[in-house]
């Protein structure tokens, strides 16, 4: 008699069964809802969701399934928009969302040390009695492990740097079980290789990250953000490139042209605003620092013709304002009801900015589509939200070629094909051209090495 051998992946789900229980399962709604990010790729169930919780847990998990082969797909919170969750060989989805312990700061050495489940937003509601914040705010409410897995960056980095330059050390499970440490809390060191920023960005794909030490800073003595308003959106990008050179210390400017202004006033009630190119500005310091940088920037920005600052100098106002700023995708995608977004993420030189911005708005308005554009243009990254008001693949082809010529550009110009989102799947096809097929090489081997079987978040960051 004929019997069908069991498959390595369910020989993984019954031996992870045996010590976390009902933390592995097989629910269609969990399957279904860990089957993708906030992307457009196509979604795949998951085999199993496993839900762990401590560092040995992991490591467990990850030596079944490197023994029996078995793919594994880190997941955080599924905020991600280049499909790096999206477990398209099946096989384990590893969430982490429950390892959500700040496990030690430090406000003397102005760290911390956090489980990746934690969230930027329950990070600073805890440091806030010390005096101390986590600056990377990429505008989502996503998981610090995440952040670190995709090299986040967002509206505070001009002032304070990516996730790259606020990590210290990390606490990484390898493919086969391994737990390893990358460095240390001094905040420089010369020995050895920076595992460090190795996996920094490597998106699941060199180990599952278990532990972070953050560096801190403190809330600033004093906090001031404006707005203020441009005839064209030239007018507005050459405000940013002087504010720039002129090395002003503004901690966030984004950009958000007639079409995401219009997006946002209708989704977030901004009164008094019209829907015009328009700078959201704020300064941290002192309060004679904030004022004086304000000040400049006012001057420059009046330089280039715009309609002058509209403070907004209490904390709710602020909030108010940064909200409507974070919220600006769901305000995009509200703009033209019913329909879905393709949000693109390109990073260039401060120098070529005006050419790679104005040179996308170019192609917007020749393609057809409604794009509303965003970015965090203080260190020269912007998106455009591709609106798809139907589900046919020519739209969608339509909007990917769209998107391809704002990468090309941006290459270019001598920049990259993403500033914060990431590679996963859907910028995969623009690594050879940005890096070269030797760097490509190098990658693969670094890949290999620390995965040999191939296990780790497979089909990510390389094609093939």
């Not at 532990?211 to 001031?224: D, F, M, V």
């Not at 602020?318 to 909200?323: A, D, E, I, Q, V």
């Not at 690594?431 to 089909?459: T, Y």
């Amino acid at each position: 008699m004929n019997t069908i051998a069991p498959r390595p992946v369910d020989a993984v789900i019954a031996a992870a069964a045996e010590f976390l229980g009902d933390r592995v399962t097989r629910n269609d709604a969990l399957r279904q809802q860990h089957a993708r990010g906030e992307d457009t790729s196509t979604p795949t169930m998951p085999d199993a969701v496993v839900f762990v919780e401590t560092t040995e847990e992991v490591s467990r998990v990850l030596k079944l399934c490197h023994e029996h082969g078995v793919a594994v797909t880190p997941f955080g919170a599924g905020t991600s928009l280049e499909g790096h969750v999206n477990p398209v060989r099946g096989g384990i989805s590893l969430d982490l969302s429950r390892m959500t312990a700040i496990l030690d700061v430090s406000g003397p050495d102005m760290d911390c040390l956090i489980e990746p489940g934690v969230t930027r937003h329950q990070l600073n509601d805890h440091l806030r009695a010390d005096g101390l914040f986590f600056p990377v705010d990429p505008g989502s409410h996503c998981t610090i492990g995440g952040m670190c897995a995709t090299r986040a960056s967002g509206t505070n980095a001009v002032r304070y740097g990516t996730i790259k330059e606020n990590v210290l050390a990390l606490e990484v499970v390898l493919a086969d079980g391994t737990i390893i440490n990358t460095g240390s809390r001094a905040r420089k060191a010369s020995n050895g290789y920076d595992l460090t920023r190795l996996m920094i960005g490597s998106e699941g794909t060199l180990g599952v990250i278990t532990k972070i030490r953050l560096r801190l800073h403190g809330i600033p003595e004093a906090t001031s953000a404006a707005v203020c308003q441009f005839p064209d959106l030239a007018s507005a990008v050459n405000s940013v490139i002087e504010v720039l050179q002129m090395g002003i210390p503004v901690a966030r400017i984004e950009l958000l042209d007639e079409v995401q202004m219009a997006a946002c006033i209708a989704f977030s009630k901004l009164e008094g605003y019209k829907p015009v190119p328009t700078l959201f500005l704020e300064f941290h310091g002192s309060e004679a620092g904030v004022q004086e940088q304000a000040e400049l920037v006012e001057g420059i920005t009046a330089g280039h013709g715009a309609a002058g600052f509209a403070w907004a100098t209490d904390a709710e106002a602020r909030s108010k304002l940064w909200k409507a700023r974070h919220d600006g995708y769901w305000a995009a995608i509200a703009s033209k009801p019913g329909s879905r977004g393709i949000a693109t993420d390109v990073c260039v030189p401060i120098s070529r900015l005006a050419e790679a911005l104005l040179g996308a708005k170019e192609d917007i308005v020749a393609s057809g589509f409604s794009a509303p554009i965003v970015g965090h243009v203080g260190d020269g990254n912007f998106h455009t939200v591709i609106l798809l008001e139907d589900d046919s693949r020519a739209t969608l082809e339509a909007a990917w070629e769209l998107d391809r010529k704002i990468v090309h550009r941006a290459l270019e110009l001598g920049g990259t094909c993403s500033g914060e989102h990431g590679v996963g799947l859907g910028k995969r096809e623009f690594l050879e051209k940005e890096h070269g097929p030797e760097a490509l090489a190098v990658m693969r081997s670094i890949k290999a090495a620390l995965d040999p079987k191939g296990i780790l978040n497979p089909g990510k960051i390389f094609r093939n």
